[in-house]
Nanobody, 121 residues
Framework: QVQLVESGGGLAQPGGSLRLSCAAS????????MGWYRQAPDKQRELVAT???????RYADSVKGRFTISRDNAKNTVYLQMNSLKPEDTAVYYC???????????????WGQGTQVTVSS
């Protein structure tokens, strides 16, 4: 019943910025971790950034220093601020989350549908 709704993707110029948002909604749950992955054409899906319930963050080397992941607990939303964008950042970006159902206590993994980010002049 949980769904992850992504927004903020689009077209940006090299050196520009975009902010992606992912809101988790539906069943009653607690957040174990949320994050972002991306997949470019003919490439494997790769981790971009993650953030845990304890606010521990993790970044891919390719984006460290340029991207920032953050979370708004009240809104069950994770953000990815992308600065100094490069053409190599062009990919479909997927939100993911590990959520624990408060009734069943089960930990489950969810994926968003993905949002396209294109960096081009």
């Amino acid at each position: 019943q949980v769904q992850l709704v992504e927004s903020g993707g689009g077209l940006a110029q090299p050196g520009g910025s975009l902010r992606l948002s992912c809101a988790a909604s539906g069943s009653i749950f607690t957040i174990n971790a949320m994050g972002w992955y991306r997949q470019a054409p003919d490439k494997q899906r790769e981790l971009v950034a993650t953030i845990t319930s304890g606010d521990t963050t993790r970044y891919a080397d390719s984006v460290k220093g340029r991207f920032t992941i953050s979370r708004d607990n009240a809104k069950n939303t994770v953000y990815l601020q992308m600065n100094s964008l490069k053409p190599e950042d062009t990919a479909v970006y997927y939100c993911d989350a590990y959520l624990r159902d408060m009734n069943s206590r089960q930990l489950r993994h969810y994926w968003g549908q993905g949002t396209q980010v294109t960096v081009s002049s």
